[in-house]
């Protein structure tokens, strides 16, 4: 009963917190006094006020997805509802990025919230598209940046510090959140951490934290075979390369099903895995991997190379240096944790042990290389639905809309705590 009361807490838009608490930066309570900082109470209050607003925010931005690279309606829209809110606002920053700069009225801490704009390339969606689609939820992390930002903005008299919104073009093709650090908005605005949610295939009203894990990184070797059975090498090589692999490509919902279970197990088979694509291309095989830890790079490398050398006159090239892993600091996550379950209900959140999903890799790694931060899973899987419409990237991907708001009210809450210097 107490489970389930905590999760229609989460749902129904109302803080599970004492009235008049707020958490600081160490995770501990204080106390609201006169002209002291804005409660998660109110802040709730709020983010319950907009939901339907961003959730018609979210479905324009559904019905016109937007390429990497190509976001210049969901940019203009995001600016425009920036401007509004009263954040500074700046466009066209590494490509179509904006960035939204709320100033609390009370001294604190600089920290940042990330959400990513594009919408998912035809090639990259489960089974073969036609044209770009909102199907890893982009339009959703977009609605939850602008009304966490419309919420703290609500209350710029009690906030303090500074909230910097990065809204970021081109992660699909892992190249925005590497223009937006060349930029230099992270040393202009003096950036100290940085946050993001993504939706990820757990029950609405929960988040999975990603504490000492997060997604894996991808590195691409070429292998050149010669000689008249060229052809046939290359396809038995591509075979051998790909028995290198310790998790297969998901067949079924069930296989999800099993890959979700294994990200929640401790010391369970996606602690160290090889996830690897081959695939013989006439004399040549390419090779396309992601692995955990990311130190196992070195060792993969290895075996390509020790499994193409039993073809005589294989050259193996690695084009470039591996695209980094995105490890989320444990610390942090902790604290984020500990945040949602006063806030939203002992329910609220739950711990990933392995890199999840193993196939996919963020970009929002290059953010954690630079300074710390959080990266967690916003559950959108309505209760009875497949599990492929709170997947990304499969076609009848579907987010459950009450996320939006869950995703509001905890963010704000957070973002606030964070930049207030206890």
Same mark, same amino acid.
């Given at each position: 009963?107490?489970?389930?009361?905590?999760?229609? /807490?989460?749902?129904?838009?109302?803080?599970?917190? =004492?009235?008049?608490?707020?958490?600081?930066?160490?995770?501990?309570?204080?106390?609201?006094?006169?002209?002291?900082?804005?409660?998660?109470?109110?802040? =709730?209050?709020?983010?319950?006020?907009?939901?339907?607003?961003?959730?018609?925010?979210? +479905?324009?931005?559904?019905?016109?997805?937007?390429?990497?690279?190509?976001?210049?309606?969901?940019?203009?829209?995001?600016?425009?509802?920036?401007?509004?809110? #009263?954040?500074?606002?700046?466009?066209?920053?590494?490509?179509?990025?904006?960035?939204?700069?709320?100033?609390? =009225? +009370?001294?604190?801490?600089?920290?940042?919230?990330?959400?990513?704009?594009?919408?998912?390339?035809?090639?990259?969606?489960?089974?073969?598209?036609?044209?770009?689609?909102?199907?890893? #939820?982009?339009?959703?992390?977009?609605?939850?940046?602008?009304?966490?930002?419309?919420?703290?903005?609500? &209350?710029?008299?009690?906030?303090?510090?500074?909230?910097?919104?990065?809204?970021?073009?081109?992660?699909?093709?892992?190249?925005?959140?590497?223009?937006?650090?060349?930029?230099?908005?992270?040393?202009?605005?003096?950036?100290?951490?940085?946050?993001?949610?993504?939706?990820?295939?757990?029950?609405?009203?929960? &988040?999975?934290?990603?504490?000492?894990?997060?997604?894996?990184?991808?590195?691409?070797?070429?292998?050149?075979?010669?000689?008249?059975?060229?052809?046939?090498?290359?396809?038995?090589?591509?075979?051998?390369?790909?028995?290198?692999?310790?998790?297969?490509?998901?067949? /079924? *919902?069930?296989?999800?099903?099993?890959?979700?279970?294994?990200?929640?197990?401790?010391?369970?088979?996606?602690?160290? &895995?090889?996830?690897? +694509?081959?695939?013989?291309?006439?004399?040549?095989? /390419?090779?396309?991997?992601?692995?955990?830890?990311?130190?196992?790079?070195?060792?993969?490398?290895?075996?390509?190379?020790?499994?193409?050398? =039993?073809?005589?006159?294989? #050259?193996?090239?690695?084009?470039?240096?591996?695209?980094?892993?995105?490890?989320? *600091?444990?610390?942090?996550?902790?604290?984020?944790?500990?945040?949602?379950?006063?806030?939203?209900?002992?329910?609220?959140?739950?711990?990933?042990?392995?890199?999840?999903?193993?196939?996919?890799?963020?970009?929002?790694?290059?953010?954690?290389?630079?300074?710390?931060?959080?990266? /967690?899973?916003?559950?959108?899987?309505?209760?009875?639905?497949?599990?492929?419409?709170?997947?990304?990237?499969?076609?009848? &991907?579907?987010?459950?809309?009450?996320?939006?708001?869950?995703?509001?009210?905890?963010?704000?809450?957070?973002?606030?705590?964070?930049?207030?210097?206890?």
């Amino acid at each position: 009963m107490e489970h389930a009361l905590a999760r229609r /807490t989460v749902l129904a838009g109302t803080a599970a917190v =004492s009235a008049g608490l707020m958490w600081g930066a160490t995770g501990e309570a204080v106390a609201r006094g006169r002209g002291g900082p804005v409660t998660q109470t109110a802040l =709730s209050a709020e983010a319950a006020r907009l939901e339907q607003s961003l959730i018609r925010l979210r +479905r324009d931005l559904h019905q016109h997805p937007e390429a990497p690279g190509q976001e210049r309606r969901t940019a203009a829209l995001v600016a425009r509802e920036l401007r509004a809110a #009263g954040l500074t606002v700046t466009t066209g920053v590494g490509g179509h990025g904006v960035v939204g700069v709320l100033a609390g =009225s +009370r001294p604190g801490r600089t920290v940042a919230y990330r959400a990513d704009m594009d919408a998912v390339p035809p090639k990259d969606i489960v089974g073969g598209g036609t044209a770009p689609a909102h199907l890893c #939820g982009h339009d959703v992390h977009t609605a939850v940046g602008v009304g966490v930002a419309r919420v703290l903005a609500r &209350f710029r008299k009690e906030l303090s510090g500074t909230v910097v919104f990065l809204f970021q073009p081109a992660e699909e093709t892992l190249s925005g959140a590497r223009a937006l650090i060349d930029s230099g908005v992270l040393e202009r605005e003096q950036v100290e951490e940085i946050h993001a949610l993504h939706c990820g295939p757990f029950p609405v009203g929960r &988040f999975a934290l990603t504490g000492g894990f997060g997604m894996p990184g991808q590195d691409k070797a070429e292998v050149t075979l010669t000689g008249p059975d060229a052809l046939d090498d290359a396809r038995r090589l591509a075979a051998d390369i790909g028995g290198l692999a310790t998790v297969a490509l998901p067949q /079924t *919902p069930a296989d999800l099903e099993r890959i979700i279970a294994e990200s929640r197990t401790p010391d369970g088979p996606l602690t160290r &895995f090889i996830a690897l +694509r081959a695939v013989p291309q006439q004399a040549q095989v /390419t090779v396309s991997y992601r692995c955990w830890p990311q130190e196992r790079y070195v060792e993969v490398r290895e075996s390509i190379r020790r499994t193409a050398r =039993s073809y005589p006159g294989a #050259g193996v090239r690695f084009p470039a240096d591996p695209f980094p892993a995105m490890v989320s *600091p444990e610390r942090d996550a902790r604290l984020l944790g500990r945040h949602l379950r006063r806030a939203l209900g002992h329910d609220s959140a739950i711990e990933l042990h392995a890199a999840f999903p193993p196939f996919s890799g963020e970009d929002f790694a290059l953010f954690l290389d630079r300074i710390p931060g959080t990266f /967690t899973f916003l559950g959108v899987r309505a209760p009875g639905a497949p599990v492929t419409t709170s997947y990304p990237h499969y076609p009848d &991907f579907s987010p459950d809309e009450r996320a939006i708001g869950v995703g509001v009210r905890a963010m704000a809450g957070w973002l606030a705590q964070r930049a207030h210097r206890a």
